[in-house]
Each structure stands twice: as C-alpha cells, then as structure tokens.
C-alpha cells in the first residue's frame, strides 16, 4: 500500500530548525525558513557566500563544523543538505530517537517529511506534493502559479523574442533577468517565467532567496554571490560559466539583484555570450535606485522639490584615481542624488559633496536592505549622515538619498 502524505503548514516562528549543509540546496531552503521567521541553526564545515551574507547579518546562526547528534535539541524540524548518504543517515537516525521531523535532500524515501513545491501569491501559498515525484509538483505548481497570476490580470505571454534551440542548432540561449530589489513578488512576470524554464540559474547575492526555493529540483544553481568586500567570483568566471553552458545546450538564467545593466555588469556579460555567438535575452527588473527610496517614502522626484534625480555608484572613494564620478558637478545640482554601493565611503562622499558646495542641512537617508522584512531607514543631514549611519550599525546593502525628497512627504 503506497503512503499517503498528510499536508500540514507549519508555523515555524520562533521555533528552532537545523539545516545540515552549507551548499547550494541550503542556499535554497534557507530563505523559505528565514521568511517564516524560523530560529535557523546551520552546521557545516563551508558556507556559500549567500548563506555566509545571511550569517553575517545576524539572520542565523553557524556552526562551523560537521553535525553531532546534540545539534538537535530543542528543534521542531531538521533538513539535511548534503549528498553523502551515509552523513544524511546519521541526521536522520539523530532525528528519529528526538522525534523529529527529517528532510533528506539526498532520498526522499528515507525522510519522513518532504519539501512541497511552493508559489506565493500575496498572503496566499500554494505547496504542492507529487507523490514523491518532484516534476510533478512542480508542474502542477507552475500551472498554479499561471493561474493566479492570470486571475490578477497578468496573463503570463508567449516570448516571441527568445530564440529556441532546435535538433539542429545545439547551441542554448542565455537570458539576463533582474530579480528586483529583494520582494520576491517584485519580479517581473517574464523574468518568473524564463526561471520557471530555467536549467541553469546563475544568481547574486542580492537576488530574493525565496525565488530560489521554487526552482525545479533537477535546476542547477550556480551561486556567483559577490559580497562586498569579501570572497567573489571572478567576473570571468561567470561570463565562462554562462557560456560553456549555454553551449552545452541549456537555457541559462543569470538572476541579478536589481536591473542587470544599473551596477549589474550585465553589459559585459551580454557582450561576452554575443562573441561566443550565444543568444541573449535581456529583461530589465525594478532597480534599487528607485524601489528602495519609494519602500522608504521618498520619492525620488515631487513637484516644485526636484525636477531630476542623479544614479551614481560610490564603490570607489571620491580620492580614488579610478573614480569616473565628477562629484564636484554633482553638489551642484539642485535634484535628488542616489548613491548605490556606497555605505563604505560615505564619510568621504559627504565631505566631497560638502566641499564643492552642497548645503550641510541637506536632507538625506539611508535605506538598508529596502523591500525585504529586514528594511531599515535612517533619516539625518548631509553633514551628518555618514556617522549616523555607522552610530546605527547600517550595512550593505543599503542605497543612500541626498536632496529634499528625503523630508517631502514626511511631516
């Protein structure tokens, strides 16, 4: 007699879970955790980046180690993230003698629970089981997903401008999809959908994690994090990958935080898929530049207040040689001044700005990780907001607003 699973939603809040493994299917499980408000305990030797950012920003906690049956007290729910048997059966008999629900990433016959495949639509989620048959769900799921969207007025389309690869043309496509600023819900249709399709996804450090927890089983997910100032891939690295891929014959996905092209070097890696004769699609997402000020209540132009509004990257000190930014025309405009990558040098970016004339009282704020439950918004001056911001413990990513935006729709 087959086993039928009885479906149950879990309110995890509060409550401790162990996910065992630092790899990629961590990577995807954990946010999905972390967004139920999970007390999430990771053990494993390594992290990728993308996990270490969430470690670094104190959403969870690490123990840099192999597991040891003790990691179990006290949790309600265990997920195994590894791919060694043997090491995933120990978890698992840890989790029996505690009595304690075990997801196995490596064999769902030996769990005695199962990820359901999920879409979110609003306050609504839709977790979906195949009957221990992953494509299954998912395909159900995905069909789920088109109709709610449908019933909201986005009737996902044909693409009619993304070449397929034919018996004929062993060659894949690559497209380059911006995720948005950190909602998972800030996607574009077209971008959710190329990831539906996806068997490769190439994702930033910035792009939503719950987006990564509805790939399809059988996806590849490349982790290209870039933390700021830590460990990254080499830009190479991932121009190789999209490539070799691509000619490999899969359909790639390179998921960016943001736009592609605003700081994204999507540029460079279109250019480097067209001489490898790689065809690219290329859809552009909602930008941080401009979603994290309106998250904060700015906006970035108001009549009578700013009549423009200026993008530039601060990842470079305005003393920096290889700075292309002309700070000095920019504290003489009149409109809004967005700063993106540039918490690091703010002190520097205020002084330059305040050298070359712009008004101390300047209005200005900082919005660190905008759209996302962590969002956090700091209101000051110009003379002042570079040590605000430290005195706040803000940190990347964050998008700095100078102009008097900052205070039009606040009273």
Not at 102 to 126: F, S
Not at 226 to 252: H, T
Request: glycine fraction near 10%; charged fraction near 20%.
């Amino acid at each position: 007699m087959s086993e039928t699973p009885y479906p149950l939603g879990l309110r995890l809040a509060g409550l401790r879970v162990v996910v065992v493994g630092g790899g990629t299917v961590a990577t995807r499980r954990v946010p999905a955790l972390l967004d139920a408000g999970a007390d999430v305990l990771l053990v494993a030797p390594e992290l990728t980046p993308a996990l270490r950012a969430h470690v670094d920003a104190g959403r969870l906690r690490w123990v840099a180690r192999r597991f040891a049956p003790e990691d179990l007290d006290g949790a309600w729910l265990v997920q195994v993230a590894v791919d060694d048997p043997t090491a995933a059966a120990s978890v698992s008999a840890a989790a029996a003698e505690r009595h304690i629900f075990c997801v196995r990433a490596d064999d769902r016959t030996a769990a005695t629970a199962w990820t359901p495949a999920v879409t979110r639509h609003g306050p609504v989620t839709v977790a979906v089981l195949g009957g221990g048959d992953p494509r299954r769900a998912m395909s159900v799921r995905d069909a789920v997903r088109e109709l709610l969207a449908a019933r909201a007025g986005f009737e996902p389309v044909a693409e009619p401008d993304a070449p397929r690869r034919s018996a004929d043309d062993p060659v894949g496509r690559v497209a380059l999809v911006g995720a948005g600023p950190g909602d998972p819900e800030l996607i574009t249709v077209k971008g959710w959908r190329l990831l539906t399709e996806a068997d490769v996804v190439i994702a930033d450090r910035l792009v939503p994690g719950l987006l990564l927890d509805e790939l399809r089983a059988d996806v590849e997910l490349v982790d290209a994090s870039k933390i700021p100032y830590g460990p990254a891939r080499a830009q190479e690295e991932i121009n190789r990958i999209l490539v070799d891929r691509a000619r490999a014959g899969a359909f790639v996905v390179r998921l960016k935080g943001g736009d592609p092209y605003v700081f994204g070097r999507g540029g460079e890696e279109l250019l480097a898929c067209a001489e490898a004769g790689v065809p690219v699609t290329v859809v552009p997402g909602v930008t941080s530049s401009i979603a994290a000020p309106a998250a904060a209540g700015i906006p970035v132009t108001h009549r009578a207040v700013a009549h423009e509004f200026t993008v530039v990257s601060g990842h470079l000190a305005p003393d920096s040689p290889a700075s292309l930014v002309r700070w000095d025309a920019l504290a003489g405009l009149r409109g809004t001044l967005v700063i993106l990558m540039g918490l690091k040098n703010l002190a520097g970016i205020t002084a330059a700005l305040l050298a070359h004339g712009r008004r101390p009282d300047t209005p200005a704020a900082v919005v660190q990780e905008a759209t996302t439950g962590s969002q956090r918004m700091l209101r000051s001056t110009l003379a002042d907001v570079a040590a605000d911001a430290v005195a706040a413990n803000l940190r990347p990513p964050a998008v700095v607003v100078i102009g008097d935006v900052v205070d039009a729709l606040h009273t």
